[in-house]
T-cell receptor, first 116, second 113 residues
């Protein structure tokens, strides 16, 4: 158990639907990151939050949105789902003790989304 | 951030040392070298990081050349469970609120019985 909790672990839905993925960061970590990994593809950075505020945006589609709540958990909302959105979605958190430690990300086990 | 170059794949016999190279010839003085790995369909796992000196922890050793233009991750006694994609990432470390790590294609290490 990495300390980063992602739910649900698996999700099957239909095209056009909307889903919400949830992430609870490791205790004390202020930063939350979302990554997407399609089949046999690399990890694509989607978005980062730090203490409730959006800090960086990657290749996140307009149909996707996220937020980080006051208790630091984060949700990734995926809407108008398409077949190509089927992927593993990973959440990671970091807090860092010291400068180098801030780049030490702890990843969750991922949420596997299947769009039919 | 400096770009890294890794071989796409490597094999290693079980029980032998796995030496995974990474070139980062454009690294600047305040950039750290980080290694992560991803076992199939699992979340990536942090392994080790370093700035100048060689580093060792319970998982691996990191050897950084004196000019810092390349590094080697060493798994001293590879097991089948070390089969994974290994990512070398070079990154300036800022204060809290870092911008994200960008993962390249990494090296697919296959440990063979």
């Amino acid at each position: 158990d990495s300390g980063v909790t992602q739910t649900p672990k698996h999700l099957i839905t239909a095209t056009g639907q909307r889903v919400t993925l949830r992430c609870s960061p490791r205790s004390g970590d202020l930063s939350v990151y979302w990554y997407q990994q399609s089949l046999d593809q690399g990890l694509q950075f989607l978005i980062q939050y730090y203490n409730g505020e959006e800090r960086a945006k990657g290749n996140i589609l307009e149909r996707f949105s996220a937020q980080q709540f006051p208790d630091l958990h984060s949700e990734l909302n995926l809407s108008s789902l398409e077949l190509g959105d089927s992927a593993l979605y990973f959440c990671a958190s970091s807090g860092g003790s010291g400068q180098a430690g801030a780049n030490v990300l702890t990843f969750g086990a991922g949420s596997r989304l299947t769009v039919l | 951030d400096a770009k890294t170059t890794q071989p796409p794949s490597m094999d290693c016999a079980e029980g032998r040392a796995a030496n995974l190279p990474c070139n980062h010839s454009t690294i600047s003085g305040n950039e750290y070298v980080y290694w992560y790995r991803q076992i199939h369909s699992q979340g990536p796992q942090y392994i080790i990081h370093g700035l100048k000196n060689n580093e060792t922890n319970e998982m691996a050793s990191l050897i950084i050349t004196e000019d810092r233009k390349s590094s080697t991750l060493i798994l001293p006694h590879a097991t089948l469970r070390d089969t994974a994609v290994y990512y070398c990432i070079v990154r300036i470390s800022r204060n809290s609120g870092n911008t994200p790590l960008v993962f390249g294609k990494g090296t697919r290490l296959s440990v063979i019985a």
